[in-house]
């Protein structure tokens, strides 16, 4: 069975950190925050929000 796994747009994941959209497209590009592709719209998922925000703070 697949576990529900929630997905965030790039505007939702720009609230979410609070930051621009051009600062959250370098995370994205320089793999930072890992993303996957839908179509044609990037998609980030929550585990990955969650990996991203604790090695920001472990590094803060």
Excluded at 7 to 21: D, E, F, P
Excluded at 26 to 36: K, P, S, V, Y
Aim: hydrophobic residues 40%.
């Amino acid at each position: 069975m697949l576990e529900k796994i929630q997905y965030y747009t790039v505007n939702q994941t720009c609230s979410i950190l609070r930051v621009g959209r051009t600062k959250l497209y370098e995370l994205m590009n320089t793999g930072e925050l890992r993303f996957i592709i839908i179509g044609s719209v990037r998609r980030i998922s929550h585990s990955a929000l969650l990996r991203f925000q604790e090695e920001n703070l472990a590094a803060a």
